[in-house]
């Protein structure tokens, strides 16, 4: 067990991941009295100042661990701690920088709303389960977090809980993230199996169990245990198969689009540093476990799920749904980071990614905002998160337009945003990995070029056909979207400042001199650079950046639209490739056909087996009765009544009257001597 005692950046630690659980209690004790989010605000506000302070203390220094002992099974003890190190304090940061915005928003975007004491209750409860999922020492103790994250994601996702579309969509969120955490809880069994422990900084620190480099073919051999090749790609695969569902990823990426049936301000929760990021935080934690073939599994998904996320968002005319596909695609990005061996810059591509993901679903959510309150006053049969609906918001919602302009250069990799940066990076380093892989290796970076060259447009697509194309509920003049209130707009200007090249360098066209990898890139393996690519790639994707931004503007502003609507590839995208449909016939239908089959079969066989039982006891019992009554019973009421008979009988004898008695007594006598004189005779 570590030495540390519980020091002040361990107690900030700590601080940081109890306070917002304190909110979550006092919140659901007070109740509808709670409604104002003063106390969520407060304890989320010192999480981050806490977190700070630990981050301050921890990054570039020596990793910080506790443990105090937790239970013990036979012979095995386990543990509860905090493990602080420059991954931990970075993600502990990251959710109270996100999470704090969020909240602010949350005051203007959810007034009103009746049921506003649950949704601060359950946006504390999210924080606090995701904060000790990146400080969990032990890997039980991150599995408890992680089942805390989906639990919570779906109370958020399912807070209109009148709505039908709402409760479907959590149900779908908690049943596939399921099917993952099978995946994430065999891997934990595989590990605990091979080496007693499950202790994070023993299985995978610089000096743990699992030792083997990344790429060895051999297994992983340690003094206190042993895990085979194969066990190891098995439990590998097992902590993907987690990330997969929880990360959405192709093909269990379904519940993430339709999870934008919660409030806006929680998707942007969500889909920026908090339970989309969990799987990419799991697996740069056990990253030394992944083999030569876990990694190319987690490469090719990524690549699959980028290209299918951003192809699938198209045609799509949902504003939040656009921007889930988003979602999906770049967690792709950072799926092919990891696959690649460069987690920190999938790490890095996490953190400028929840900047701007998170303000796209904020500036998003004004949008809407905008749009329902013009429905409401003008009675309009719209859809407020149809992009179709909008245009020329640009006028109206300067401001706005602005803070999603700058998300949007930021998604689409343009030079001087934060996202330029991390994504580019991503692709010079598949091109890298490529090189020292053979040729068909080379398929990898070039889908995802062909993804961000799709990203570009489909983003580009949403400002066209928000903020420039010819207004459609605009048309009438006397209908006017109002700009987002000050308690929306703030969190939205501190998240573009954030979406910018200055808070990651000063050097806003050289990833190499990104502080945030240097603290990381000392845990992670590097791969030889191509010096040409790092100039070639960023400048080619800016260009292909330009191009698709001149192609939207000239389809959807000008109106020069060539493509078919009916056509069989827009319609795959439309669909989102026909998969729900997919999932519902070989699954859902099926299943549900199942359970029909065997409620028949408890209700005529399994029932019907106990009811004939049932049936035939009673009639046995019935029999039983019958024999009992008039049988036994009958018999012992035949000797009473026989008794009582003669005791009627001889009671009547019985006057009082010495002259009966008398003649009775000479009755007798006279007849035994009748006897004697016949019986002579």
Known sequence: MPAYTLTYPLLAALSAVLLPFAAFLLTAVLGKKAKHGT?????????????????????GNTPIHIQWHWFTIGRHAFHVGLLLDNMAVLMLVL??????????????YMRGDPGIHRYWAYLSLFCFAMLGLVVADNLLLMYICWELVGFASYLLIGFWYTRDAAVQANKKAFIVNRIGDIGFLLGIAILHSSFGTLDIQALFGPQGLLTAPMGADTPAIAAEGTITSGWLTVAGLAFFLGTMAKSAQFPLHVWLPDAMEGPTSVSSLIHAATMVAAGVFLLARVFPIFDDTTLLVITTTGTVTAFAAAYFALAQYDIKKILAFSTISQLGFMMVGIGIGMYHVALFHLVTHAFFKCLLFLSAGAIIHGMQHAKEKHQLDIDPQ??????????????????????????????????????DALLVHAFEWAALHGEAAIAIPLVLVIVSILTSFYIFRLLAKVFFARP??????DIHIHEASRWMLAPMAFLAFCSLFPIFTFHPLNDGQVWLLHGLVAEAPT??????????????????????????????VNGHYPIRTKGVLYRLSERQGYLNELYDAIIVRPLLKLSLLLLWIDHHVVDGAINGMATAGRSLAGIAAWIDYHLVDGLIRLVGNLAWGAGHVLRRSQTGRVQQYVALVFFIVLVILLYHIFAQA
């Open 386 to 423: 149809d992009i179709r609906h909008m245009g020329g918001l640009r006028r109206h919602m300067p401001l706005t337009f602005t803070t999603m302009l700058i998300a949007s250069l930021a998604l689409a990799g343009f030079p001087f945003t934060a996202g330029y940066l991390s994504k």
């Open 95 to 108: 959710v109270c920088l996100i999470a704090l915005p969020v909240h602010c928003y949350s005051i203007a």
């Open 39 to 59: 106390i969520s605000i407060v304890a989320i506000s010192l999480s981050l100042l806490a977190a700070g302070y630990a981050f301050t203390q921890v990054w």
């Open 527 to 556: 791969l030889p650079p191509l010096r040409p690519l790092h100039i070639l790639v960023p400048a080619l994707a800016t260009a292909a950046t330009l191009v698709m931004a001149t192609l939207a503007w000239r389809w959807y």
């Open 472 to 477: 459609s509920v605009l048309a009438n003049n």
